[in-house]
């Protein structure tokens, strides 16, 4: 009897201890939030990875820099992002709430790497001595200074489109020209010679012509 009546009460305070051991654990979670910030711009650090260290589990921040999840009072806390030095931080364990917030600040890691000469050839003397002594192909050598006479190289400058810099200038020009007679009347083209000139030589060289 006396037996039973001892393995009865080890059951019931063995019960009460875990109950106790539970509600404990319960009272050392916390919301754990907060944003990532870079050290010299204060602009927000997207994507950085954030680990709880006891727990082996974690978080990453959002496009913000912004994070929050379930961690424990008292557990390291590790930041790292790619270019920036890794971070850790302690939740304090005397906290009596139930929330922490957090603004981490992620310093730049700059990392100088030696430089890498790539050579053709095993030496600047080897490579000099083939550059100079190369049996140039002859069809090559006729293309090339084919495509360098003055006509070929006319006809694709005009129809090279112009690019946004150039288009600038024209527009500009345009913009000067109708401030230069601002307050007057334009002169008339129509009986300038020089204009007459540019008309009669375009004509002949058919830039008028429909191009299908």
């Not at 539970?22 to 680990?51: P, R, W």
């Not at 690019?163 to 500009?172: G, L, R, T």
Request: charge should be positive; hydrophobic fraction near 40%; aromatic fraction near 14%.
């Amino acid at each position: 009897m006396m037996k039973n009546l001892f393995l009865a009460l080890s059951i019931c305070f063995s019960t009460v201890f875990s109950f106790g051991q539970k509600d404990t654990t319960k009272n050392t979670l916390i919301q754990f939030s907060g944003v990532v910030v870079s050290g010299d711009s204060l602009e927000a650090v997207a994507f950085c990875h954030i680990i709880d260290k006891s727990v082996k589990r974690g978080t990453t921040s959002d496009f913000f820099g912004y994070f929050s999840f379930v961690a424990n009072k008292g557990d390291t806390i590790i930041f790292s992002s790619v270019g920036y030095k890794k971070a850790n931080f302690i939740i304090p364990d005397t906290l009596n709430t139930s929330k922490y917030s957090l603004i981490q600040v992620m310093y730049k890691d700059t990392i100088l790497l030696k430089a890498a000469h790539i050579y053709p050839w095993p030496s600047k003397e080897q490579f000099a001595e083939v550059f100079v002594n190369a049996d140039i192909p002859n069809d090559d050598y006729k293309r090339a200074k084919a495509n360098l006479e003055r006509a070929s190289l006319k006809e694709r400058a005009d129809a090279t489109p112009m690019d946004a810099a150039m288009n600038y200038k024209w527009q500009m020009q345009q913009y000067q020209s109708k401030l230069y007679y601002a307050g007057q009347a334009p002169p008339i083209n129509l009986l300038n010679p020089i204009a007459w000139s540019k008309f009669i030589k375009a004509w002949k060289n058919g830039d008028f012509k429909r191009k299908d």
